[in-house]
């Protein structure tokens, strides 16, 4: 793309703190997301909580609000789906149904919406990427460690369980305008994700 676009490096070089890197992010295990989450200060302890147990995106954990959930179900339109006015649904896990209610109130109607700051800005943005560096939790040749990781968590525990794939690309947001199956799939393939295990949030992982 550079050279078409007669360019000798890319612009976003010059952005602090930005990764411009082609490897592909990879999963955290549960021990690692178990330190992420009891070294993590709110909000980014329940938005963790909520991308380990619906892959969701870290704008679109940021953007959930309570009237996105009905009967157990979570459906909202992520940013990367909204050009194809397509709703993703996922199955509310019970861990995150009851994380919920211990919850402070909302100010404005997001589930995180009990954080009086805008999750935007320098500081906000980078926070979770140095607690990654604190914790000694760092890319490796699997991949990239970031936030986007844990949704990969997401993704291969689902196909550990025998999930279907259909379905898992459904939950995911994995669809162009080439794809229109992905969306077409029934709620009841994706139920199961109410089934994986839930974590020990009390185990404490050194």
Known sequence: MLLEAGMERSPFDVIPSRRNNSMHQRPFSEE????????AAEPWKTACLITWHTGLRQESVFKLRYEHITD???????????RFNRA????????????????????????LGFDKRKPSGGA??????NLL????????NDGLACYHSIRNSFISRCRAAGIAEHAIRGMAGHTDSQMTDLYSHEIESAMPVKNLPSL?????CM
């Open 124 to 129: 906000f943005s980078n926070y979770f990427g």
């Open 32 to 39: 690692e997301f178990l330190r992420i989450f009891h070294a």
């Open 72 to 82: 157990d179900v979570i459906m909202t339109m992520p940013g990367k789906t909204a």
């Open 133 to 140: 560096e604190r914790l000694n939790i760092l890319d490796n």
């Open 88 to 111: 993703v649904r996922i199955p509310l896990h019970p861990q995150l149904k009851e994380h919920f209610k211990t919850l402070p109130k909302s100010l404005d109607g997001r589930i």
């Open 200 to 204: 020990d949030l009390t185990r404490i």
